[in-house]
């Protein structure tokens, strides 16, 4: 026999809890941050847009900018059956931008959009670091001043306390206008050419070609020259600083609180004025958790009419990893009842019932033992589902039109209940137990 496929280095399953070893994702942490999530940006008055998975490779080089770590080293590219190159999305924003052109939907005076899936970049796996992973992400369009940059991140905030997350800091930054930006560059490369020996060959590379980028370095050597360098923000031109100024106050009026990193660039070419990062020391290296900023200049630049945007993405496994880490999730939904029948017209009853149930009571989770067995046997699975109280079909309960009700996790008798009246009865428990 051969030996068996495994997943790909770097992409990983995401794993029911009964099937959960330890070692992979479970997929009820990921239902806990996505449908949190939802419910607040949703809130927030942000609407889903969904986008292909496959992109023109134009699209990312134009947008994210070519000489940046994602498209130098770690998109999924391919050339398809004609011969067109294509990508796996690495991120959603140019995929977003492009949409919105697309459909026309900048001419209309602002939006508020997010979308949620995988994304793929071939990085080098380690925790927090995967091959494919999960970005939820929004973007806003239309709206120039820092009041919807302020309301991003405090709706992030929100989304942290509501996670249950405590240990996440915030750091800002502003980019500045393109004049700004270029001085410094020059202020910059003039700076690193000192230093030259210390930098690596990437950081070498693009002292050259985008020496922004070095600030973005991950390497500590490259961090401490960096370090000692000009920071953009000596060279921020007056615009910018009011538009900060202005971020500053309403994150203060918000008690909301952060630390200005004036090397804070982000990874890719399409930023300009305000950048955030949340970040936590809980996961090592890998440490941020959700990241973002103003990128004014895109929809324009990829053929759009000039439209002011701030956006960001977070990483969901990022995430899941801190709410683990955290303990901040209510624990796996169980069943409240697991359906036992014994015989063959119990068990076709047994059917009837529990669908009758899950339509009379609102949010009740019952589980229908399918499979046959023995009573034990049945009950035995019950008692494994978590269930806290087992439904009991045999000969003698179908006789009487009754239903038996066994408490699994406290010391009661079993009592029985008519037919007629199990869903009342179960409405009513529910309740009880809040
Ligand atoms: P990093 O500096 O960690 O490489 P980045 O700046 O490349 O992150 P962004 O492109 O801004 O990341 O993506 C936003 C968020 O998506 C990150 O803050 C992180 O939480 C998550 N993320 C990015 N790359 C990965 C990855 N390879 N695996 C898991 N999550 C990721
Ligand atoms: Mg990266």
Redesign the pocket.
């Given at each position: 026999m051969s030996s068996p496929i495994q997943a790909v280095r770097g992409m990983h399953d995401i794993l029911p809890p009964s099937a959960d070893d330890g070692k992979g994702f479970r997929s009820t942490h990921f239902q806990f941050v996505e449908d949190t999530v939802r419910r607040w940006l949703e809130s927030y008055g942000y609407q889903e847009i969904r986008i292909p998975i496959v992109e023109d490779t134009a699209l990312f080089k134009r947008s994210i900018g070519e000489v940046t770590?994602?498209v130098e080293k770690e998109m999924y590219t391919f050339a398809d059956r004609n011969g067109d190159s294509l990508t796996l999305r690495p991120?959603g924003t140019a995929g977003v931008v492009r949409a919105a052109i697309e459909h026309s939907a900048l001419r209309q005076s602002s939006h508020r959009w997010w979308y949620a899936g995988p994304?793929f970049?071939h990085?080098r796996p380690q925790r927090?670091?995967?091959?494919q992973?999960t970005?939820i992400g929004v973007e806003a369009f239309g709206m120039p001043g820092p009041d919807i940059d302020a309301e991003v991140i405090l709706l992030t905030a929100r989304l942290w306390k509501a996670l249950g997350l405590r240990h996440v800091a915030l750091q800002i930054n502003n980019l500045g206008s393109a004049d700004a930006r270029a001085r410094f560059r020059e202020a910059l490369t003039e700076y690193l050419r000192a230093h030259e020996p210390q930098l690596d060959e990437d950081s070498r590379r693009r002292l050259n070609t985008n020496p922004l980028r070095i600030l973005d370095s991950?390497n500590p050597q490259v961090q401490a020259v960096v370090g000692g360098g000009p920071t953009l923000l000596e060279f921020l031109d007056a615009q910018s600083k009011t538009h900060f100024d202005g971020l500053q106050k309403l994150l203060d009026l918000a008690d909301i609180v952060y630390e200005i990193n004036p090397r804070l660039v982000?990874?890719?070419d399409y930023y300009t004025g305000t950048v955030f990062?949340w970040v936590t020391t809980r996961l090592g290296a890998?440490g941020?958790?959700?990241?973002?900023g103003r990128y004014d200049g895109l929809v324009a630049q990829l053929g759009g009419p000039e439209t002011p945007a701030i956006g960001f993405?977070?990483?969901v496994?990022?995430l899941v990893e801190l709410v683990k880490e955290e303990q901040s999730m209510p624990a796996d939904p169980v069943p409240h009842a697991y359906c036992v029948a014994v015989g063959e017209e119990p068990a076709a009853q047994a059917m009837t019932l529990t669908e009758q149930l899950r339509a009379a009571v609102p949010g009740l989770r019952v589980t229908l033992h399918c499979g046959g067995g023995s009573f034990k046997s049945q009950v035995k699975r019950a008692d494994k589902s978590g269930a806290p109280l087992a439904l009991v079909m045999g000969e003698s309960e179908v006789e009487r039109g009754e239903v038996g009700v066994k408490f699994l996790r406290e010391e009661r008798p079993q009592i029985a209940v008519a037919r007629a009246d199990i869903a009342q009865w179960l409405a009513g428990w529910l309740v009880q137990r809040g």
């Amino acid at each position: 026999m051969s030996s068996p496929i495994q997943a790909v280095r770097g992409m990983h399953d995401i794993l029911p809890p009964s099937a959960d070893d330890g070692k992979g994702f479970r997929s009820t942490h990921f239902q806990f941050v996505e449908d949190t999530v939802r419910r607040w940006l949703e809130s927030y008055g942000y609407q889903e847009i969904r986008i292909p998975i496959v992109e023109d490779t134009a699209l990312f080089k134009r947008s994210i900018g070519e000489v940046t770590d994602i498209v130098e080293k770690e998109m999924y590219t391919f050339a398809d059956r004609n011969g067109d190159s294509l990508t796996l999305r690495p991120e959603g924003t140019a995929g977003v931008v492009r949409a919105a052109i697309e459909h026309s939907a900048l001419r209309q005076s602002s939006h508020r959009w997010w979308y949620a899936g995988p994304m793929f970049r071939h990085e080098r796996p380690q925790r927090g670091r995967y091959r494919q992973f999960t970005q939820i992400g929004v973007e806003a369009f239309g709206m120039p001043g820092p009041d919807i940059d302020a309301e991003v991140i405090l709706l992030t905030a929100r989304l942290w306390k509501a996670l249950g997350l405590r240990h996440v800091a915030l750091q800002i930054n502003n980019l500045g206008s393109a004049d700004a930006r270029a001085r410094f560059r020059e202020a910059l490369t003039e700076y690193l050419r000192a230093h030259e020996p210390q930098l690596d060959e990437d950081s070498r590379r693009r002292l050259n070609t985008n020496p922004l980028r070095i600030l973005d370095s991950k390497n500590p050597q490259v961090q401490a020259v960096v370090g000692g360098g000009p920071t953009l923000l000596e060279f921020l031109d007056a615009q910018s600083k009011t538009h900060f100024d202005g971020l500053q106050k309403l994150l203060d009026l918000a008690d909301i609180v952060y630390e200005i990193n004036p090397r804070l660039v982000r990874g890719l070419d399409y930023y300009t004025g305000t950048v955030f990062e949340w970040v936590t020391t809980r996961l090592g290296a890998q440490g941020t958790v959700c990241a973002g900023g103003r990128y004014d200049g895109l929809v324009a630049q990829l053929g759009g009419p000039e439209t002011p945007a701030i956006g960001f993405a977070m990483g969901v496994e990022r995430l899941v990893e801190l709410v683990k880490e955290e303990q901040s999730m209510p624990a796996d939904p169980v069943p409240h009842a697991y359906c036992v029948a014994v015989g063959e017209e119990p068990a076709a009853q047994a059917m009837t019932l529990t669908e009758q149930l899950r339509a009379a009571v609102p949010g009740l989770r019952v589980t229908l033992h399918c499979g046959g067995g023995s009573f034990k046997s049945q009950v035995k699975r019950a008692d494994k589902s978590g269930a806290p109280l087992a439904l009991v079909m045999g000969e003698s309960e179908v006789e009487r039109g009754e239903v038996g009700v066994k408490f699994l996790r406290e010391e009661r008798p079993q009592i029985a209940v008519a037919r007629a009246d199990i869903a009342q009865w179960l409405a009513g428990w529910l309740v009880q137990r809040g």
